[in-house]
């Protein structure tokens, strides 16, 4: 893609789908998105190192050998260790039989998972929020009533707060 600065503007880029257009470098995203679907039938394709960068198909193959964002992936796909990892251990292992055995780690059928935990064996109560709210100092509003029912809804919240308040002192 060709980039050109303008002065008092900023970067720009020239699209792909059409040479006319004339994009800001940070809106080049959002307008390549639109562009595309603007033109279907074009034999553009982005690159699989950066969506960024849309290439006509012949030059795809090219374009991937020499795509500056590409050592990027590459240092993530290929990270080395800072530190080699120490080399295993042998060490002897008693299975659950009662045998023994020779190895580097344990025996998978030894390996114990740690699922003992069960979320449906709690004992806690259910949270009933309305009762959470009756019995605490919290605000509450009085939504689809008439006027009557909320002018009694609010001087009920104003004892129920009172109420709370001598409870709490």
Known sequence: MDTME???????VVCPYNNAHQI?????QKHLVKC???????KITACPFNNAH????QELKLHT????DRGQMESFKYAIASTPAPPPQAAVYVRSDGTTVLATAPPVEDVKLDDDE???????????????CANNLIIRKATHKT???KRQFYEDERARHEM??????
């Open 118 to 132: 069960n979320w449906d064996d709690m004992d806690a109560p259910a949270y009933n929020p309305a009762k959470y």
């Open 24 to 28: 800001l470098a940070e809106r080049l």
């Open 54 to 57: 849309h290439i006509a198909e």
């Open 65 to 68: 050998k020499t795509c500056p």
């Open 36 to 42: 595309r679907r603007q033109y279907p039938n074009a």
């Open 147 to 149: 006027a009557a029912e």
């Open 164 to 169: 709370l308040k001598k409870g709490n002192a």
């Open 6 to 12: 303008v002065p008092n503007y900023g970067t720009v």
